[in-house]
Structures are given as C-alpha cells and as structure tokens.
C-alpha cells in the first residue's frame, strides 16, 4: 500500500512538473517585456464604446498600461457636437505570474475623460422673453475601476485580455452659455471635477504584442519551474 502512494505521489508530482512547463509562454522564461496594447471598452461613465491604445509593461507579477482613448462610439446621448478625450493608467497584478499561457489577474484602472458638447437651446429672462443661446459643456471625469481579468497567449507574442471592473467616478462641467442676442450677456459656470458622484462600470476586451526583452537570471526563471 505504501509502495503504491509513493508510486501515485510520483506519478501526480510528475504530471504538475509537465504542466506547469508547458503553461510557459516561453523556454526560458522571458524577463521584464514592453508591447504595444490596443482595446476596445465599454464605459458607463461616458455612456460610449471606446478603442484605446498604449504602451504596457509586464514583469513577472505585475504589469502597468498607460494608454489614451482614439476613437468613441456614442451609446446613448446621440448629441450632434460632441467630443471625448481620455487617457487610462491600469496596474495588473498577476497571483500565479504574467508568463502563463492562461493567466488571471486583478486590476485597478484610472480613467480620465473631457466630455465635450455644444448646441442651441432657448432660454427664457426675467420677463418671460426667449432667447438664443449656445450651451457649451465640458465635463470632467475621474473613474476608478478595480475588478479581475484573464490574459492568454494566442500567437507566439500576441497576447488577448478580458477585463471587468466597477467603482467610483467622480465629475464636474463647465458650462457657458453664448447669448446669440447683444441684449443678453454670456454666463460661465465651473465646477471641479469632484463635485458630483455615480458609480463606474467597464468591459474591456484588448490585444497585446509584446516586443523582445530581456531574459530573467537562470535562478529568477528556476521559480517558475
């Protein structure tokens, strides 16, 4: 009996050996590697799709992205003039380590956009008389998202993620309203961008290319072993 739970334990030590080599993405281990992100997100907090790019640096259990937003998909608003301009700093971290094919992570992400509209709206005086104004909003936001994710190697250095995250946003506008009617004076209202509260969600979907870089020491690569 005890011959046998030896001949098991070998047996189960062996196969673990097996797979933990053959989840490696690379032989040896590859050590801290830079690539090139792009992804696509859904952001509650700007009611829009969103396709960002950026810069990423993975190491063995961490990695940081710093990327700007390119292109928005409006969601819901369908304002005629609108514009958005953003930029996202994420930090991952990976609990079993970045250089396994299938790999898990937690993340934070900080998101910051200007929100801009413009149109024509009436506005009433004092005395019940309407007039032209142009209403220009520039909205500033602060979201936080915390929240978990997969990584997998897909092609040799081409790397595809799923993110999911909540937290909260805070925002504020800055709004002028141009009088079309020299009877009429402008007015200017600004508010700092953590003057109101709501809560944030995300959906990101991205790909990597990591670039080549440099080899861990043989006794750093012999842990992952």
């Keep these: 009996m005890k011959k046998t739970l030896v001949v098991l334990l070998c047996v189960c030590l062996t196969g673990i050996a097996v797979a933990q080599k053959a989840d490696s993405t690379s032989k040896p281990v590859p050590g801290p590697q830079w690539g090139i992100e792009v992804n696509y997100s859904l952001m509650s907090y700007t009611e ?115 993110a999911l995250g909540a937290g909260p946003a805070t925002y504020g506008d800055v709004v002028t309203l141009r009088s079309r009617q020299a009877a009429y004076p402008d007015t200017h209202t600004s508010e700092h961008p953590f003057t109101h509260f709501e809560p944030a969600y995300m959906l990101r979907i991205g790909i990597v290319y990591q670039l080549e870089g440099k080899e861990w020491r043989k006794k750093e690569s012999s842990t992952f072993q």
């Design 48 to 162: 829009s799709g969103v396709i960002g790019a950026g810069i990423v640096h993975t190491r063995k259990k961490h990695a940081f992205a710093l990327g700007t937003h390119i292109w928005h998909q409006d969601l819901f608003t369908h304002i005629e003039t609108w514009s958005r301009v953003g930029v996202a700093f994420t930090y991952s971290y990976f609990p079993i380590g970045s250089h396994r094919m299938f790999a898990p992570y937690l993340f934070y992400d900080l998101n910051y956009g200007l929100l801009a509209s413009r149109r024509d709206v009436m506005l009433a005086d004092g005395n019940g008389n309407d007039y032209n104004v142009v209403r220009e909003v520039d909205n500033h936001t602060l979201a936080h998202h915390f929240g978990i994710g997969v990584r997998g190697n897909i092609h040799r250095r081409f790397f595809a993620h799923l």
